[in-house]
Each structure stands twice: as C-alpha cells, then as structure tokens.
C-alpha cells in the first residue's frame, strides 16, 4: 500500500534530550512536510522539502532540524532548544506540481516528562 | 501572507442533515484548496482538493467549491451521518508556492443519532 509511515506513535522526551520523529513515504512524491499541531490550534509549518538534500524553514523552525538525504525520508529532530515541544506531530508529502495534493501520516504524540 | 479562517469552530447537527463547512482565505492568488478530516488523535485523510482552474468537486455525499473572488470555499456534507463526526480542515496554497499548505483552525462537526 502506498502511503506515508510515521514512527513511533507516542514519544516520551526528558528535558535537554533530543529526540528524532521518522517519517518514510512511498508515493514517489517530491515534497515533504513537517507540521506540528497544538490544541486549539491549526497545523503549523515546521520545515519543508522540494528536493533531496534541500529544505526550508517554515513558519517555526526554532528548536527543530531536518534532514533529506532520500526522496523517501525526511527525519525531524527535536533539539533541546526547543521549549515546549510536547504536542502532535504531523508529516506530509505531495507533487510539486499539477495536482498537489497533499497527504500525511498517522502523526507522532511527543510528551515531555 | 496567506490566512485561513474557518467558522463556526464547532457544529452539532441531528442525523439526516445537509450541512455546510465554511473556509476563508485572504490571499486570492489560490493556487489549490484541500479539505480534510481529522478523527481525534489521528492525522489527516484528504477528503477533496480544488484546483485553481476549478469551481467545485465532488466526492460522494461531498462536495467542495472554490470562489476565488470572494476569497470563500465550501465543503456541503448530504445527509449526514453519525460516522462524519470528526473534525474538518481546510488548507490553501498560494502560486509560487504550490505545495505549502496554510491551514484553518477547523470545525469540529457531531452529528446526533
């Protein structure tokens, strides 16, 4: 089945730890989405990805990094940096273009303890 | 910069209605608008995508429009059922950026036995 696979489901962080959020696609598509979602609130861009070994920051890229080293992988690491980084994490790809839609996986719950 | 606005932020309708899902969006240079749905703690099914060129699509007992001139688009549910409870979001992008969605905050929609 084709479709975008995120791992692991619920993730457990402790203050000053970085932690890694997987994301794999096999739908071929070029772009990759990272977005995080907070009660209340829409879905925020993280960072994004047009093309192996190229991204751009997003609307809060403060206290996350990115990698894109295969068209089918595009891993999010949640550095210390960042704050208050306990909500659900969401990844999506899509074309770049044409018809673009967009699709995403089930979603990381990231807690800090 | 491209906003979403959706209204109400909550619906409770009984079953058997037709409904209507309110989305708007400030930046009229659209270049698609996606719907979905979201169940609680699970991340998002597309649900239809309309493109810049188009006026509406329909999916089902779906059915989505597009009026780019009044910066407004829609989602009609028919007939609605207890199973279409979950939350609803839309998403624009913008030409030149066509992969990048920015998303509304969404209905929460409950349909009553």
């Known amino acids: 089945d084709g479709g975008i696979t995120q791992s692991p489901k619920y993730l457990f962080r402790k203050e000053g730890q970085n932690v890694t959020l997987s994301c794999e696609q096999n739908?071929?598509?070029?772009?990759m989405y990272w977005y995080r979602q907070d009660p209340g609130q829409g879905l925020r861009l993280i960072y994004y990805?047009?093309?192996?070994?190229?991204?751009q920051k997003g609307d809060i890229a403060e206290g996350y990094s990115v990698s894109r080293e295969k068209k089918e992988s595009f891993p999010l690491t949640v550095t210390s940096a960042q704050k208050n980084p306990t909500a659900f994490y969401l990844c999506?790809?899509?074309?770049?273009?044409?018809?673009?839609?967009?699709?995403f996986g089930q979603g990381t719950r990231l807690t800090v303890v | 910069k491209q906003e979403v606005t959706q209204i109400p932020a909550a619906l409770s309708v009984p079953e058997g209605e037709n409904l209507v899902l309110n989305c708007s969006f400030t930046?009229?240079?659209?270049?698609?608008l996606q719907w979905f749905r979201q169940d609680p703690g699970k991340g998002l099914t597309s649900l239809l995508l309309?493109?810049?060129?188009?006026r509406e699509q329909t999916s089902g007992r779906l059915n989505a429009s597009l009026d780019k001139s009044s910066g407004r688009s829609t989602l009609y549910i028919a007939a609605s059922q207890p199973g279409d409870s979950a939350t609803y979001l839309c998403?624009?992008?913008?030409?030149?950026?066509?992969?990048?969605?920015?998303f509304g905050t969404g209905t929460r929609l409950q349909v009553m036995l």
């Open positions: 998403a624009a992008s913008i030409t030149g950026t066509a992969s990048k969605l920015t």
């Open positions: 930046d009229s240079a659209i270049y698609n």
């Open positions: 739908l071929n598509h070029d772009a």
């Open positions: 999506a790809s899509s074309k770049i273009q044409g018809y673009t839609e967009a699709f």
């Open positions: 309309i493109q810049s060129s188009q």
């Open positions: 990805s047009q093309i192996v070994n190229d991204f």
